[in-house]
């Protein structure tokens, strides 16, 4: 009984020492037309994971998002003690001729001691799509995760 109340704890504290990542962005990073857990955020957290990191990535997406809102909404959706942000400013400011906050992003999280992991429009390119030429297949999810897992990784420190 004492060992299994031990262990309890001990995964408890483990937990709560965790990494925290959040994936802030547009459609790409919510995951459109695809379920929650085939979206690249869940993804990255199971292949961090498997690593034998201790990590918690948080889906911070908004299909049809703009810096702006990136921007209006960061404080409530990067918890104090985030470790790393993952940005994909999207192509919604370009399509809504909105203006790019993506350097207020930068220096905001900045200042918050918060490192951030660029994820530019050009990492989706050749990638799975889905139908409509925007939003990428749970494949194309996959990939996308692989090809972030070691910079988030080193980013952390791990």
Known sequence: MILVVAFGVL?????????TVVALGASN???????RSQAYPAQLETLL??????VRVINAGVNGDTT????????RV???GTSVVILQPGGNDRRK????NT?????????????????????LHGLPHQPD??????EGYHTLAENLVGEVAAVLGK
Do not use: C, E, Y
């Open 103 to 123: 350097p207020a992003i930068q220096s905001r999280l900045s200042a918050m001691g918060i490192k951030v992991v660029m994820l530019p429009n050009g990492m």
């Open 97 to 100: 001729l909105a203006a790019d």
């Open 133 to 138: 030429g925007q939003h990428l297949t749970p």
């Open 49 to 54: 994971r498997s690593k034998g990191l201790n």
């Open 78 to 80: 990067v918890p104090k």
């Open 68 to 75: 702006g809102g990136m921007l209006a909404r960061l404080d």
């Open 11 to 19: 995964s408890a504290l483990g937990a709560a020492h965790a990494a």
């Open 29 to 35: 990073t919510f995951g459109k037309g695809v379920s």
